[in-house]
């Protein structure tokens, strides 16, 4: 039925098909009805049995449309077959894993203290959300947390649980990862849990920048909790959905395309953004898409001319969690059960560290072959050799640029440069302060990577500025961008009950100390001075616990008075003294071995030194 207005502003009927006035379905294509759609107690025994044998949900369906004699004679679709496979795994968790993964999230803890999880729990006490991080995890955030990808695409576990991880880029521009969660589903309130979970677990600290998909619940989350963070949409997801909501202008122009990509990535200013995107609309009819009306309201999350700014350690998408993604299949798959996906995970972790592992005794051993350029050599014994290449391959460009001089303001030089001689080219203003010396683009990539652009070299060699300033040299990026101490340290409340401060104490000084002694294992001689060191610091401590002397680092140690040793109740093991069994003397025990006697039945869900239970 077609309905226009007609000359006197009426709605009239203008033409009407009779035809289409029909059933709803025809008898094959009934059973597709949602009245008509059921799992009889017969089929779903049917299906626990296919499950069993491992078949997959696509496998399973197919197997017993055959065996019915096509899909039409089953009395539920594929789409049932896996709510009902999700239902029972659901249970299942619920009833047989509970207790496997609280015991095996503690053991990790007593490997290692410092080791972080959390689990969120419904109103019935079953688990829904987990969140962990391990020691090294958590150190990593500490040195290369400034940009963190957040992505939940990965959900081939076999409860179907969205399985979300929070990565980063390391300093040899490898994939490091800072924690991981599975999921009950992808709500605000879930992702707000998450969130402040992943703060507590990193000490309070928040990212400079956080790369999400455009999935509304992230967004809102990501605003509520991640109050100082700047948020970036990624620009890959983003073409994904431009893609599917505008097939038909991609495959009927061949030139859409490169219009949205400017959009996206050209414009420095927002003046000029904005004008190409008005055109674009207007070029290929699109001023009534709702889609693209939707986008252009958080323009500022994805397009590049409001995001040069922002630091992002050269990530404009989510391509570091998808290509952990991509490394994850080589390692899970739908059959596993959740205890079994915990321990595979770690696989995955452990092949990402030894891939630095590697590049670090790559950076250690091997020095990259430069000209004697003073700025070359300065920089290849900085960067690590994957950021020296970015670097190298911007001072390479210089010679092609072609620099004019454009005046004086304030107290700065304006220079503009083009890539090339063409006077057509764009071209780049360049600010030059001789008193620094400082030098900034409109590029903005030292701003948005941490590595001067081709632009700015061309300004300072044309000043006879042959090194370049510390302040140009970025640690994240450099061979010692490990060195130093953990800046994450725990502050305790004074509101605490005693084992969560002294918890909390203990994980940070573990934080702190992991750096150090993962080194001093790989030598002798470190490996001996730690040795000797830890011996004298254990006695400073005692003394401090016992009131005996002020060792402030201030005050003046007094010199140390003989003192005459048991040989019988005293034996040396590797430098240490230890007791002998039958000794008189007693060690106060600390907070955290008292609390060993509280320790929780296997199973039981309660807060614990080192996760946090909380009820939905």
């Not at 992505?151 to 880029?169: E, I, Q």
Request: aromatic share 10%; net charge positive; glycine share 6%.
């Amino acid at each position: 039925m077609t309905i226009k207005i007609n000359a006197i502003g009426k709605y009239v009927v203008s033409s009407f098909e009779d035809g289409h006035n029909h059933e709803l379905v025809t008898p094959s294509k009934a059973h597709l009805l949602q009245s008509q759609r059921r799992i009889t107690e017969a089929l779903k025994a049917r299906i626990d049995i296919l499950n069993d044998s491992g078949i997959r949900p696509k496998s399973g369906h197919e197997a017993m449309s055959r065996q019915a004699g096509g899909r039409q004679s089953l009395s539920f679709t594929r789409k049932d077959f896996k709510n009902y496979l999700r239902s029972k795994r659901m249970q299942s968790i619920q009833e047989g894993d509970t207790g496997a993964i609280l015991q095996y999230l503690q053991d990790k803890q007593t490997e290692n203290p410092s080791f972080f999880y959390a689990i969120q729990v419904d109103e019935d006490e079953m688990m829904t959300n987990i969140f962990w991080a391990d020691a090294r995890s958590v150190l990593y955030y500490d040195y290369f947390g400034d940009v963190v990808c957040f992505d939940t695409t990965y959900k081939t576990n076999s409860y179907g649980r969205p399985f979300a991880v929070f990565v980063g880029v390391n300093h040899h521009k490898q994939t490091v990862v800072f924690g991981a969660a599975l999921l009950y589903d992808e709500t605000s309130a879930t992702f707000e849990w998450l969130f402040e979970t992943f703060k507590k677990a990193m000490s309070g600290k928040e990212p400079k920048t956080i790369l999400t998909d455009q999935c509304a619940a992230i967004i809102s989350a990501i605003g509520t909790i991640f109050s100082t963070a700047i948020h970036r949409l990624c620009v890959w997801h983003m073409y994904q959905n431009a893609a599917k909501h505008l097939s038909h202008v991609f495959q009927g122009s061949k030139t859409f395309k490169k219009d949205f990509g400017k959009c996206v990535f050209y414009y420095e200013e927002a003046h000029e953004f904005i004008a190409a995107w008005n055109d674009m609309l207007k070029n290929y009819n699109l001023e009534d898409n709702e889609w693209l009306h939707r986008l252009f309201q958080s323009k500022e999350k994805w397009a590049l001319v409001y995001g040069r700014q922002t630091f992002c350690a050269d990530m404009i998408s989510k391509q570091r969690s998808e290509s952990l993604n991509a490394l994850l299949k080589r390692y899970l798959h739908v059959r596993l059960d959740l205890l079994d996906f915990f321990k595979h995970y770690e696989r995955v972790v452990d092949d990402r560290r030894h891939a630095e592992v590697d590049s670090d005794f790559y950076a250690s051993q091997t020095s990259p072959k430069v000209p004697r350029v003073r700025m070359l050599i300065q920089t290849s014994k900085e960067y690590t050799p994957a950021m020296f290449e970015i670097f190298r391959g911007e001072h390479d460009m210089v010679m092609g640029c072609c620099l004019y001089s454009s005046g004086l303001s304030d107290s700065s030089f304006e220079f503009k440069v083009t890539n090339s001689d063409n006077p057509r080219c764009h071209k780049f203003t360049m600010k030059f302060d001789p008193n620094g010396p400082k030098v900034s683009c409109s590029c903005k990539k030292f701003e948005f990577v941490g590595v001067l652009c081709r632009h700015a070299l061309k300004v300072l060699d044309h000043n006879n500025i042959k090194e370049l300033a510390p302040e140009y040299i970025l640690k994240r990026w450099t061979r010692h961008a490990k060195t130093g101490p953990s800046q994450t340290i725990q502050k305790c409340a004074t509101g605490e009950e005693n084992r969560v401060v002294l918890a909390r104490r203990y994980g940070s000084l573990c934080r702190s100390y992991n750096n150090i002694l993962s080194k001093a294992t790989e030598k002798e001689e470190a490996y001996a001075l730690l040795q000797s060191a830890s011996i004298e610091l254990m006695e400073k401590v005692d003394q401090i616990m016992h009131g005996t002397k002020d060792i402030s680092p201030n005050c003046k140690q007094p010199e140390k008075q003989p003192v005459e040793s048991n040989k019988e109740s005293e034996v040396q093991v590797q430098g240490i003294k230890r007791k002998e069994a039958g000794s008189s003397s007693k060690r106060t025990k600390s907070g955290l071995e008292q609390n060993k006697k509280n320790k929780p039945k296997k199973g039981m869900l309660q807060q614990i030194n080192g996760y946090i239970l909380t009820a939905c």
